[in-house]
Each structure stands twice: as structure tokens, then as C-alpha cells.
């Protein structure tokens, strides 16, 4: 079956305009998560949906940038007003996650490549 | 606290030899603790993970040492080959989140 997939894969904006990032999780997953990774870094936590809803945003580095999950399926992430320092791999990750503790795999998509001029 | 150390920022071994990557945290509410490989144009993909109450796990040529008390833990890759050669990130979770803490990463290579 189809893994995450994320589009557009190269997305080069200039300072100051807005962009949407899309991903598509794994058919059935119900978590998602958004993650950051800067050149040469890990990735950093963006935002996780359990469902529709936004489950933990605690990530998201100002009122800039929002994510939604309308439908439970489908994710954008959206940042306004984009900055040079925003420039970096947006990665979008899906888990069959449902309830409890137990941490279920993340697979990863391989991410949308930002450029802010 | 949230942090995960990792180390070393990049190894060059020989096809055969043993690399081994090092991780260490501070927040003993971390719970689950997972390596990622990642290849360069890809997103990370999971490798094998260990939670804390396990000193040891292996699946394959990749070897997990876990060391509770001294809140460290490392990655063996046994007989590694010129394939290997990628980023290879630890990370761990806290109790009951979700969201994945990694390390800043290991370039690895493995020449033939």
C-alpha cells in the first residue's frame, strides 16, 4: 500500500507570502503529526492530531503557523507570512495510534522542502 | 530536559566493522526510545526501538544497549555495509505523548 505522501516536495516562496503544505497519512491511521527539521538537525515537533482534532500543538513556534484535519484524513499546514528563518523540511508522519500509552510507529513521508527568500 | 544527546555527529567506518552511536537524556519520564535511519531526499524510517524496562534488543544486524541507571543508549550495527551509509537518529517519547524527541543525528559511512 501507499506510504505518507506530501505535496508539493519543493515549495520556494518569498518573505512575507503565504503557503500550504499537504499531506496524505496512511490509509486508516488515525494520528499525524508534523514535524521541522532544519539542515544538519533532527526533526522538532510541530503538532499532532489524534482524529480531527489537534491533540497536542505545543510545537507550532507562534501564531504564524496552523494546521487543520477537517476530516480525519488529510492534513494541511498552513504559515502565514513566511520568514527566511522558516525555511526548512516540513515532515508529515502518520501512526495507527488509537488510545493508551503504547507509542506506535511513525512512518514518515519525505517531506515538503521550504525555501523563504 | 527534554533533550536527547547524541553523539558522534558523524562516523566512518569500514565495510565489516562495528559503528556504534551513542544517546543520552535527562528526563527519566521518557519512556520509549526509537532509532530512525534517514537517506538523503527521504523522511526518517523506523529501525528498532527499545523501552526502558529491556537492557538489550536485536533485530537483525542492528543491536539496541539499554542502560537505565546511567540514562544512556546506543546502537550497534553489526557487519555493517556500504548500504548503511545514512543519518541515523535516536529519539525518545515521554509517557502517555506521542510527539518523537529526536537527537541532532549521526552521518554514517561505510566504504567498501
Redesign the interface.
Same mark, same amino acid.
Given at each position: 500500500g501507499a506510504g505518507?505522501s506530501q505535496t508539493p516536495s519543493n515549495k520556494v516562496t518569498e518573505k512575507g507570502k503565504y503557503v500550504e503544505l499537504r499531506c496524505d497519512p496512511i490509509s486508516g491511521h488515525t494520528?499525524l503529526?508534523w514535524?521541522r527539521q532544519s539542515l544538519?538537525?533532527?526533526?522538532?515537533?510541530l503538532i499532532?492530531f489524534q482524529g480531527t482534532g489537534a491533540?497536542?500543538d505545543? &510545537?507550532l513556534p507562534n501564531d504564524r503557523f496552523f494546521a487543520v484535519r477537517p476530516e480525519g484524513s488529510v492534513s494541511t499546514l498552513k504559515i502565514q507570512r513566511t520568514e527566511r528563518g522558516d525555511s526548512a523540511v516540513y515532515?508529515c508522519?502518520s501512526?495507527s495510534?488509537t488510545s493508551g500509552?503504547d507509542?506506535d510507529?511513525?512512518?514518515?513521508?519525505? &517531506?515538503t522542502r521550504l525555501t523563504v527568500l | 530536559q527534554q533533550q536527547v544527546k547524541?553523539s558522534p555527529q558523524s562516523l566512518i567506518v569500514q565495510k565489516g566493522g562495528i559503528p556504534i552511536i551513542n544517546c543520552a537524556y535527562e528526563n527519566t519520564a521518557f519512556?520509549?526510545f526509537?532509532w530512525?535511519q534517514q537517506f538523503p531526499?527521504?523522511?526518517?524510517?523506523?529501525l528498532i526501538?527499545i523501552r526502558p524496562d529491556v537492557s538489550e534488543k536485536k533485530e537483525g544486524r542492528f543491536t539496541i544497549s539499554f542502560n537505565k541507571s546511567a540514562k544512556q543508549f546506543s546502537l550497534h550495527i553489526m557487519d555493517s555495509q556500504p548500504g548503511d551509509s545514512a543519518t541515523y537518529?535516536c529519539?525518545a517519547?515521554l509517557?502517555?505523548?506521542?510527539?518523537?524527541?529526536?537527537?541532532?543525528?549521526t552521518r554514517l559511512q561505510v566504504f567498501p
Open positions: 505518507v494520528a503529526y514535524y544538519g538537525q533532527g526533526p522538532e515537533f499532532y491533540a497536542d505545543s &510545537g515532515l508522519a501512526s495510534r500509552r507509542a510507529t511513525q512512518y514518515f513521508g519525505p &517531506g | 547524541q519512556d520509549y526509537p530512525y531526499g527521504k523522511g526518517p524510517a523506523l526501538a537518529f529519539a517519547t509517557y502517555n505523548t506521542d510527539k518523537l524527541i529526536f537527537g541532532t543525528g
